[in-house]
């Protein structure tokens, strides 16, 4: 009996009955274009999506006739077409969130500045939904539309800190925690701390965890239900500031703002 239950696989992982897998395979295809891929032939598309050829075919086809990839008639490579930033304009002008946060980011950005950002929590990353960039920023390609990992910039570690902390141990606990700097905390005892931190003072701080040279400072924003919803941040260039000038000018004004766009 013992035997039996050792050797017994473990139950099939049900399907989803309401998934419509063909719209999955189709945002697959649109999903693996991306910096460094900006054109893919077929054959590329069918390994990079699991598929095979006469599927991507279909699928890219599809696409092209909807208007959301290009295909070049002397390369016979496929690009992603301008219609794909619709998804993204639709995103941005139908949310409260950004309506809410718009005015405030403004002022921020001219009253300090320096690169000011609106991010969110997606699984394991932040993903920068406005950004207002500075004409003294570093140039690290960040981007609205741009993903990093939560653990290790300051927005992340302000929207981890207001989670419950099971919630807060569990997205840790699938994060790839690696050392993108010699400042980069990888250590999960260590991360929680930052976090408790973040907790007690209302704002979270990252000092080149990411990029060398960069400093950024971030509070939480608060959706209507009073649960975390987002963060407000602003990054500064190392160059130009101390760590303690940071400190010192940064996060009243950071928390004022993430307070002047929570909802609760």
């Known amino acids: 009996m013992v035997e039996k239950m050792e050797n017994e696989k473990p139950p099939a992982r049900r399907a989803e009955p309401l998934m419509v897998n063909s719209v999955a395979k189709a ?3 649109l999903n693996v274009f991306d910096k460094g891929r900006g054109a893919l032939t077929l054959s590329q598309i069918a390994q990079l999506t699991g598929m095979d050829v006469s599927t991507a075919q279909r699928f890219t086809h599809t696409l092209t006739q909807l208007g959301y990839l290009n295909k070049d008639p002397v390369t ?3 690009e992603l077409a301008i219609k794909t930033l619709d998804l ?4 941005t002008r139908g949310s409260r969130l950004v309506d809410r946060a718009m005015p405030v980011l403004q002022h921020l950005s001219k009253e300090t500045e320096e690169a000011v950002s609106l ?8 993903v920068f939904v406005c950004r207002f960039l500075s004409r003294q920023s570093l140039n690290t390609d960040v981007i609205t539309g741009s993903r990093l990992p939560a653990y290790c910039t300051s927005p992340g570690r302000a929207i981890l800190s207001r989670l419950p902390e099971g919630d807060a141990r569990e997205i840790l606990a699938r994060s790839d925690l690696r050392s993108h700097t010699p400042a980069t905390p990888t250590d999960i005892d260590d991360i929680l701390n930052r ?3 973040a907790r007690a003072s209302g704002y979270a701080a990252a000092f080149e965890e990411i990029y060398h040279g960069d400093a950024s400072v971030a509070a939480p924003i608060l959706g209507p239900d009073g649960k975390v919803a987002a963060a407000v941040s602003i ?9 303690d000038e940071v400190l010192e000018t940064f996060p009243k004004l950071i928390i004022a703002a993430a307070r002047g766009i929570s909802f609760s």
């Open 27 to 29: 945002f697959k295809v």
């Open 76 to 78: 016979r490579q496929f």
């Open 119 to 126: 991010t969110v929590l997606d699984g394991t990353e932040i």
């Open 235 to 243: 990054a500064v260039p190392l160059a130009r500031q101390t760590r």
């Open 88 to 91: 993204a304009y639709h995103y």
């Open 195 to 197: 976090l408790s931190q």
